[in-house]
Nanobody, 124 residues
Framework: QVQLQESGPGLVKASQTLSLTCTVS???????????WSWIRQAPGKGLEWMGA???????YYSPALENRASISRDTSKNQFTLQLTSVTPEDTAVYYC???????????????WGQGTQVAVSS
């Protein structure tokens, strides 16, 4: 059974770069072409927002709404993938999730496998 675990700082200052890591166990991030490995977030009082994804081959996809601030990479030796979000503002305060699914723009927790989420606050 696949498990995903997010890690990173709980507090980031505005204008800095947020870096979060998703550690995957029970499955290889390079093994199955059917899956997208995604980052999704949920700001207070708002719905789930898909941010981007990386595939088994390392191809990446991003939400245009992030205006090129997001970057997803991976460390196959550690079976991890990482989100970097530049120039953060208080509007980036949210619970950040990593997930695995067969769909790209994942916006429902009823599909796929999800981590428990990590709270990130951006101070002004």
């Amino acid at each position: 059974q696949v498990q995903l675990q997010e890690s990173g700082p709980g507090l980031v200052k505005a204008s800095q770069t947020l870096s979060l890591t998703c550690t995957v166990s029970g499955a290889s991030i390079t093994a199955n072409y059917e899956y997208y490995w995604s980052w999704i977030r949920q700001a207070p009082g708002k719905g789930l927002e898909w941010m981007g994804a990386i595939t088994y081959s390392g191809s990446t996809y991003y939400s245009p709404a992030l205006e090129n601030r997001a970057s997803i990479s991976r460390d196959t030796s550690k079976n991890q993938f990482t989100l970097q979000l530049t120039s953060v503002t208080p509007e980036d305060t949210a619970v950040y999730y990593c997930a695995r699914a067969r769909v790209l723009r994942l916006t429902t927790r009823s599909v796929g496998d999800w981590g428990q989420g990590t709270q990130v606050a951006v101070s002004s």
